[in-house]
C-alpha cells in the first residue's frame, strides 16, 4: 500500500506535530512499511480465533504488572523542581488547543 507525503502531512497536522522535509520522507518510509505489514497479516485465516483483550491472555491477570509497592510520595517542591515551568504548585504548559 502506498503513502503519500500529503497523508503523512496531514496525519502529522492532526497530532500538532512539526516535521522537517526529512522527517516528512522518514514517516512516510516507515508509515508504509507498517501498512505493507498490515496486509500481511491480513491473508492470514483467522477463521474460529477468538479475539483476545491482550497478548497474555492465558496469563494470570497481573502477570505484565510490576509488584505494587508502597513508596513515599514527593512534596510539591521535589516534584516540580527539574519542571521546565511552574507557578502556584502546578506545572506550566503551553495551551495545546488553539482550533
Excluded at 1 to 16: D, G, N, P, S, W
Excluded at 48 to 77: C, H, K, S
Excluded at 85 to 96: D, E, L, M, T, W
Amino acid at each position: 500500500m502506498k503513502i503519500t507525503e500529503q497523508e503523512v502531512r496531514y496525519v502529522a497536522e492532526l497530532a500538532h506535530l512539526a516535521l522537517t522535509e526529512e522527517e516528512l520522507a522518514r514517516m512516510r518510509a516507515e508509515l508504509e512499511e507498517i501498512l505493507v505489514y498490515m496486509d500481511k497479516l491480513n491473508e492470514l485465516d483467522t477463521t474460529g480465533v477468538a479475539p483476545m483483550a491482550q497478548v497474555l491472555y492465558e496469563a494470570e491477570e497481573t502477570a505484565t504488572l510490576r509488584e505494587d509497592i508502597e513508596r513515599e510520595t514527593f512534596d510539591n517542591a521535589t516534584a516540580l523542581a527539574n519542571a521546565p515551568s511552574a507557578g502556584g504548585g502546578y506545572f506550566k504548559v503551553p495551551k495545546v488547543i488553539e482550533k
